[in-house]
């Protein structure tokens, strides 16, 4: 695991861990990733999580993924009963998270809510869609935004995924016709950038309340690949 690909720990208590994941870098093995996952650096640092979960031998300790191209703040417990207490929390929506995501197009409006039906595309195994005639194993997802900021034909938002399903804000952007900048999945070819070398998807923060009446808020900072391409597009407003 290369330098760029090291998470680092933004917190530690005796019941999760709180990390930034880099790009790039797969949360656990799985189709052809063999090796190289941020779960192997876990168990390095702490042993005590390969017992835990509900597939601790693939996923110890992981309550909740983030893509391997997007970046940010995931927890992962340390105990069975905090894996227990936050799959709770997570599954029953008491988890507040956070993205920046860049789409392609200009959105008109402040402020939106996607609520459509996210489904696994039939004739492919990982693609998700909101076609529910193409699609299995269709479940509820809702996604809320706001515009942070517009470019010639780009838009940043601050985006509030309300449910947790399989790429989900990849998959409602690309549905209302501004997929993901980079995210050649569900925008293809003209979803692509020059100088943009990854889709721009980032979890800034996730909070929730942890029993005991404590709340917590980590946040992660914009990596600098992706503050360096918004520099380069506020230069050519």
Request: net charge positive; charged share 25%.
């Amino acid at each position: 695991m290369g330098a760029h690909m090291q998470p680092s720990v933004i917190y530690e208590d005796k019941n999760f861990i709180v990390v930034n994941k880099p790009a790039g870098l797969p949360v656990h093995a799985g189709g052809s990733v063999k090796s190289g996952t941020l779960v192997e650096w876990l168990i390095e640092k702490y042993p005590e999580i390969k017992s835990v979960g509900d597939d601790p031998k693939i996923r110890p300790g992981i309550v909740h993924r983030l893509d391997k191209e997007t970046s940010g703040v995931m927890v992962v417990a340390r105990n069975i009963e905090s894996f227990e207490t936050l799959k709770h929390l997570f599954k029953t929506r008491q988890v507040s998270k956070k993205y920046f995501a860049l789409v392609k197009g200009r959105i008109a409006k402040k402020s939106g809510v996607i609520e459509l039906p996210i489904g696994t595309l039939k004739t492919h195994g990982v693609k998700r869609t909101v076609l529910q005639k193409h699609a299995k194993n269709i479940k509820a997802a809702l996604t809320a935004f706001r515009v942070l900021e517009r470019f010639a034909d780009s838009t940043l938002v601050e985006v509030s995924p309300k449910t947790g399903r399989m790429h989900q804000i990849r998959v409602h952007f690309a549905s209302i016709g501004h997929p993901v900048l980079g995210d050649r999945l569900y925008g293809g070819k003209s979803s692509m950038m020059a100088g943009l070398e990854r889709q721009f998807l980032h979890a800034s923060s996730l909070s929730f309340s942890y029993p005991a009446g404590r709340c917590f808020t980590f946040e992660a900072a914009m990596p600098e690949d992706l503050k360096t391409f918004l520099g380069e597009l506020r230069k050519r407003k």
